[in-house]
C-alpha cells in the first residue's frame, strides 16, 4: 500500500487555462484506491479554496491543508493551527505601513483590503481571479486564519518583513513577487509526518506529487518525488520522475509509472 499526497494548482488542475480536473486523472486516482492505496490533497489552500470540481468528483481519504495547519482524515478534522491575536495584530500593521498586499486566508473565510485599497495593480487583478469575493476584511481575521499569500511592488518590503518575521513564519518564495507566509515549522512535510504516524505508515510508502515551490518539502520528504511535466525548475530537480503535463495525463501517467494501477 502506498500513500499518495497531491498538490493542487498545477497538478490537479491548471485554473491559468481555464479546465477542470482531466477525467483521466479522477480515473487514475479512482482506481489507485481501488487497489488498496490510500490518496490525500496535501495543499497550500485552506478549506475554503478547495474548489467542489475536487472533493464532488474524487472521494479523497484526506485532506491536508494550508501547508500544513490543518489535516482531515475521513471526514475528522484531526490538527487545525491559527495565527494568535498579537502575530495577527503585527502582521496586519507591517503589511499596511509597508504597503504589502495580502489575503489571509482561512478555513471557513479569506479576509483582505476592500476592493479598490490594494497598493498594486497586480494584486488586484490576482484576487479578482476568485470566484467568490465575499471576503471579510482585516479586522474579522483574528484567531481565523492560518496564513497568507502577499505580494509586493514597494522596494525592500520584504527583506523587511523577513527580518521582522522570520523566526516566527515559514515564508514561501512562491516566485514572480508572491509570496507564501504560514507559522513557523509547518509545511507539507509536517502534514505527511502528522498523518503518517496517525495511520502507521512507514515513509517509505509514501509518493508526493507537485509542480511548484511550496511541494519542495513534501516532495523532498517522500519515499517517492513525482514531479508534473511543467513544474519550476527546483522540483524537477529533486525528482525521481518526471510525468506529463496536466492536460496530457499527466496524474494517470504517474500513477501507471508508480504501478498502482
Same mark, same amino acid.
Not at 477542470?20 to 481501488?34: D, F, K, N, T, Y
Given at each position: 500500500?502506498? @500513500? !499518495?499526497?497531491?498538490? !493542487?494548482?498545477?497538478?490537479?488542475?491548471?485554473n491559468n487555462i481555464g479546465q477542470? !480536473?482531466?477525467?483521466?486523472?479522477?480515473?487514475? !486516482?479512482?482506481? @489507485?484506491?481501488?487497489n488498496g492505496n490510500l490518496c490525500f490533497i496535501n495543499t497550500g489552500r485552506t478549506k475554503r479554496l478547495i474548489e467542489r470540481d475536487i472533493t464532488d468528483r474524487i472521494c479523497f481519504d484526506g485532506y491536508l491543508l494550508g501547508c500544513g495547519m490543518t489535516i482531515i482524515y475521513k471526514g475528522e478534522t484531526l490538527l487545525k493551527k491559527t495565527l494568535d491575536y498579537d502575530l495577527t495584530k503585527e502582521i496586519i500593521e507591517f503589511l499596511r505601513s509597508n504597503r504589502i498586499d495580502a489575503i489571509l486566508e482561512g478555513d471557513e473565510d479569506n479576509y483582505d483590503e476592500k476592493p479598490g485599497e490594494f497598493f498594486t495593480k497586480r494584486f488586484e487583478k490576482y484576487a479578482g481571479k476568485y470566484t467568490d469575493r465575499n471576503f471579510g476584511r482585516y479586522e474579522a481575521a483574528y484567531g481565523k486564519f492560518l496564513k497568507l499569500f502577499a505580494y509586493t511592488e514597494e522596494e525592500g518590503a520584504m527583506e523587511r518583513f523577513f527580518e521582522r518575521f522570520s523566526d516566527r513564519l515559514e515564508i514561501i518564495d512562491r516566485e514572480n513577487g508572491f509570496y507564501e507566509i504560514l507559522l513557523k515549522g509547518c509545511s507539507k512535510a509536517t502534514a505527511m509526518d502528522f498523518i503518517c504516524e496517525r495511520l502507521n505508515i512507514p515513509l517509505e510508502d509514501t509518493v508526493a506529487i507537485g509542480d511548484s515551490n511550496n511541494d519542495l518539502p513534501m516532495l523532498k520528504h517522500a519515499g517517492c518525488a513525482i514531479a508534473m511535466g511543467r513544474s519550476s525548475k527546483d522540483v524537477l530537480a529533486c525528482a525521481d520522475y518526471v510525468t506529463t503535463d496536466i492536460g496530457d495525463d499527466g496524474v494517470y501517467n504517474a500513477l501507471k509509472w508508480l504501478g498502482v494501477i
Open positions: 500500500m502506498k @500513500a !499518495i499526497f497531491f498538490d !493542487i494548482d498545477g497538478t490537479l488542475f491548471d477542470g !480536473i482531466p477525467e483521466s486523472c479522477v480515473s487514475g !486516482i479512482r482506481l @489507485a484506491q481501488e
